[in-house]
């Protein structure tokens, strides 16, 4: 048999492999495709059925929200009305103190004109001082406690 015979034989016979290899990808690739499609339209089946589910969860998520935003509110509501009260409270402290600065100067006041007055002058307690002729008395000190106080006789 010639040689070129023989190469031609071999050439075929590889036209013929390769062909053969291919058809079976391109056979493979369709049905690989085939295979593709059909899970893509089962997804897509079982992502429209849970569609109705997926909504319920989506607003049942948006109630939530709307929930936390009124408690949101309401606490913020709250947090103002609390400094508001403190605010109105360290007001009224401050006035208190005021009014108790103004009241023991009236009493500094009183004890530096008339020093021997007895302790309780229509019920008011003094600041301090001693008695003109009682031996104990009681006196109110300025952080409103008080105490008892004996006066040594001749004094």
């Given at each position: 048999m010639p040689t070129w015979l023989m190469w031609l034989i071999i050439a075929i016979v590889?036209?013929?492999?390769?062909?053969?290899?291919?058809?079976?990808v391109a056979a493979q690739r369709r049905k690989q495709g085939e295979?593709?499609?059909?899970?893509?339209?089962?997804?897509?089946?079982?992502?429209?059925?849970?569609?109705p589910e997926v909504r319920e969860h989506e607003a049942h998520a948006r109630e939530r929200e709307a929930?936390?935003?009124l408690a949101r509110?309401?606490?913020?509501?709250?947090?103002?009305?609390?400094e508001r009260?403190?605010?109105?409270?360290?007001?009224?402290?401050?006035?208190?103190?005021?009014?108790?600065?103004?009241?023991?100067?009236?009493?500094r006041e009183a004890e530096?004109?008339?020093?021997?007055?007895?302790?309780?002058?229509?019920?008011?307690p003094r600041t301090g001082g001693a008695p003109a002729t009682d031996?104990?008395?009681?006196?109110?000190?300025?952080?409103g406690t008080t105490d008892e106080v004996r006066r040594e006789p001749g004094a």
């Open positions: 590889v036209i013929a492999v390769v062909a053969a290899v291919v058809a079976a295979r593709d499609r059909a899970r893509a339209a089962e997804l897509r089946e079982q992502a429209a059925a849970r569609e929930e936390a935003a509110a309401e606490a913020e509501r709250k947090q103002a009305e609390a009260l403190a605010m109105e409270a360290r007001e009224r402290q401050e006035d208190a103190a005021r009014h108790r600065r103004e009241h023991e100067e009236r009493l530096s004109l008339d020093p021997q007055q007895q302790a309780t002058d229509a019920g008011t031996a104990e008395t009681t006196i109110t000190n300025p952080d």
